[in-house]
């Protein structure tokens, strides 16, 4: 019987490394911000629905996939190592964190070397798929984090994320909310990195997108933007649960209002999302 794989949740051709990043030419912003989420399912196949930081998963089967997503959302270069952990009653099954994903592995626990990020084109979100074994229906925790990075991390809230993980081979299957359909998707407000940009950087604009409390990859992402009166094209990025726009300020723009907006679609939704900021 054929064995599953871990595998890159990255879809773009041409990825072979475990991460694939997303940036753009110039000058970056100061910090590096890495967003790590995770989430379960009783398959190791086809794009994770992953789950919000806290949140709690069911799944039908003691053997099933847990996955770990890390997403690039400030294209700075940088290193970085992460860990995940398998609460009390789960084990590694028949595919677990190996050295050909940079990874050692104990029977709970998995370390991996993330491989240079780097700010190149390409895709911002990566990961694995590994198989896990339960003892019994019940109750069990998983963990992913960051345990280490080359440069200071705009936002550490990100760093890591946990859910609890409902094992129950007699559930029966998940019913839509009331009232039918799919539950809508929701977008943050627009943050910026740098959070005090200056003319002449490169900024990123990021909307966080959720729905349901998993993370949902936005489509359809346009950017725009004017500092001063004068227009700048952006480079639209996808990630799961993040639209984020790479814009290249100019440096006459000091000391005045960059304005802009990020338009996207998720869930069968359209949303735009604007920001202003006074650059130094």
Known sequence: ?????????????????????????????????????????????????????????????????????????????????IRAELGSGLTWGADSPDPTEQCTSTPTTGECQIPDLQPITGQSSAGWFWNVVAAQNGMYTFRAGLTAISDTDSDPSNDASSITIVVDESAPPTQPPPGGGA??????????????PKAGSTVVASVRVTRGGSAVRPSGITCSASMGGVKVRGTPRAASGVASCLFKTLKSAKGKTMSGSISFRAGGSAFTKRFATKLG
């Not at 539950?183 to 005090?196: E, I, N, Q």
């Open 183 to 196: 539950a809508a998707a929701k977008a943050s407000g627009v943050k910026l990195s740098p959070t005090r």
């Open 1 to 81: 019987m054929r064995r599953a794989r871990s595998r890159s949740l990255g879809a773009l051709g041409g990825c072979v490394a475990v991460v694939c990043l997303a940036g753009t030419a110039g000058a970056a912003p100061s910090a590096v911000d890495v967003a790590v989420n995770v989430g379960a399912s009783v398959t190791g196949t086809g794009a994770p629905a992953l789950a919000a930081n806290g949140s709690t998963v069911t799944v039908k089967s003691r053997n099933f996939y847990v996955f770990v997503d890390v997403a690039l959302i400030a294209p700075v270069a940088a290193k970085a190592t």
